[in-house]
C-alpha cells in the first residue's frame, strides 16, 4: 500500500531573485492545489523564536481555569467576534467540536471606518491581561503571516498564469484577517469525538501552525489522509473562494481533525480572506469547465452559484457554526 503524502514546497523562490525561481514555485503550487487543494511549505522565514513564543503563552493560556479563560470571553466581543469560547460551544454541521479556543483578528481601533460602519468581524481583539507578552506576541504573529499570506497569494496568481498582483489588487491588498488558537483536548476513550468534523473553509488562503501532536485529516481523490506535523513548516489549503473564483480547478478540500493522542494539541490557524465588502467573482481562466461538486460536498451547498460579498459568505456561514451568538452578534 502506498502512503499519500501531501507536497511540500520550498517557497523561498518566491521572494528571491533568481532567474525563474518563482516560476518553479508557482508551477509546484498548482499541482499541489490541482491534485489536493493542500501543500505544506517551508523557506517561508517565519521567526521560529516568535512561533516557539506564541506556543508556549498559549499553553499557558489554556492551563487556567475556566472562570479565567472567561474574562476573555466572546461574549464579550461583540460584533468583531473575538475572545475565548470554551469546548463544545462550536458546531460543525450542528456537532459541538471538541475543542476550546481563542478568536482573533486584525486590530482595528475604534475609528476605523470599517468598524465606525459596524462591520461584524472588525474590531478590537480581547487580550488576557494577565499574560505579559501574549498581546505583542499575537499582533507580532498576525503581522508575520499576513506578510507572508500576500507572498503566497501572488505565487498564486502566478501558478494560474495571472499577473502576480491579480489577488492584491482585486481582493486582497486589505485583507480580511482572522487568526485563530484552539486546544483539542484528548478524547480520553471515547473514538467518536472529532476536534473539528468535516469541512471547507471559507475565504482564499488557510496557514495553519500545528504543534508536534498530529490530528488532522485531509480528504483527498482517494480518501483521508493524515497531514502530520512536519517540524519548521506550515500546512496551507484553499478555501471556498479560490475555489469559486478557479471554477472548481482548485479544490476547497475538505479536512478535520481528531485528537488521538493522550496529550492536548494546539494548532494555530491563519486565515487570509478577502476584503469583506468586495465581491468574489469567478476568473477568466482559459480551458477551465466549471465541476460543481455540491452534491459531494459536506454542507452540500454550492460555492460557484452564490453570489455576493465574502462578507455575504462569511455571515451565512459563521452563524451556523456560533448560533448562540448570531443574535447578539449579527
Ligand atoms: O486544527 C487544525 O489542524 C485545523 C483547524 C481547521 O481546519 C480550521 O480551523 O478551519
Ligand atoms: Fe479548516
Known amino acids: 500500500m502506498t ?17 525563474n525561481s518563482s516560476d518553479v514555485v508557482a508551477q509546484q503550487i498548482k499541482q499541489a492545489c490541482q491534485d ?18 506564541l506556543e508556549h503563552l498559549s499553553q499557558e493560556f489554556f492551563a487556567q481555569d475556566q472562570e479565567t479563560k472567561l474574562k476573555i470571553s466572546m ?61 505583542e506576541t499575537v499582533l507580532e504573529y498576525i503581522d508575520s503571516m499576513t506578510k507572508l499570506g500576500h507572498i503566497l497569494m501572488a505565487g498564486i496568481a502566478l501558478s494560474l498564469d495571472l499577473d502576480k498582483s491579480y489577488f492584491a489588487e482585486r ?29 471547507t473553509d471559507y475565504g482564499v488562503l488557510t496557514i ?23 517540524p519548521g513548516s506550515f500546512v496551507c489549503n484553499i478555501g471556498d473562494m479560490l475555489d469559486r473564483m478557479t471554477r472548481g480547478l482548485y479544490r476547497s478540500t475538505p479536512h ?23 465581491e468574489v467573482k469567478p476568473i477568466d481562466l482559459k480551458d477551465v469547465v466549471v465541476k460543481d461538486d455540491q ?12 453570489r455576493g460579498t465574502y462578507g455575504d459568505y462569511l455571515l451565512k456561514k459563521v452563524s451556523k457554526v456560533f448560533p448562540e451568538l448570531r443574535q447578539k452578534v449579527l
Open 3 to 19: 502512503v499519500l503524502q501531501l507536497p511540500i514546497i520550498d517557497i523561498s523562490g518566491l521572494t528571491c531573485q533568481r532567474n
Open 75 to 135: 461574549a464579550l466581543g461583540g460584533r468583531a467576534w473575538r475572545g475565548y469560547f470554551p469546548v463544545g460551544n462550536e458546531l460543525t454541521s450542528g456537532r459541538p467540536d471538541l475543542k476550546e479556543g481563542i478568536y482573533f483578528g486584525s486590530e482595528l481601533k475604534d475609528n476605523h471606518p470599517l468598524v465606525k460602519a459596524g462591520t461584524p468581524m472588525h474590531g478590537r481583539n480581547l487580550f488576557p491581561s494577565n499574560i505579559p507578552q501574549f498581546r
Open 208 to 230: 495553519l501552525k500545528q504543534d508536534n501532536i498530529g490530528g488532522l485529516q485531509v480528504k483527498s481523490k482517494s480518501g483521508w489522509i493524515d497531514a502530520p506535523p512536519i
Open 36 to 53: 489536493y487543494g493542500f501543500f505544506y511549505i517551508v523557506g517561508h522565514g517565519v521567526d521560529e523564536q516568535l512561533q516557539t513564543q
Open 295 to 306: 452534491s459531494d460536498r459536506w454542507d452540500k451547498a454550492s460555492v460557484h452559484e452564490f
Open 171 to 199: 481582493y486582497t491588498k486589505d485583507p480580511l484577517i482572522l487568526f485563530r488558537i484552539f486546544n483539542y483536548p484528548p478524547n480520553l476513550g471515547s473514538q467518536s469525538e472529532w476536534g473539528v468534523g468535516e469541512h
Open 256 to 278: 478535520r481533525v481528531r485528537n488521538l493522542s493522550t496529550s492536548n494539541r494546539l494548532s494555530f490557524p491563519f486565515f487570509f480572506d478577502p476584503n469583506f465588502n468586495v
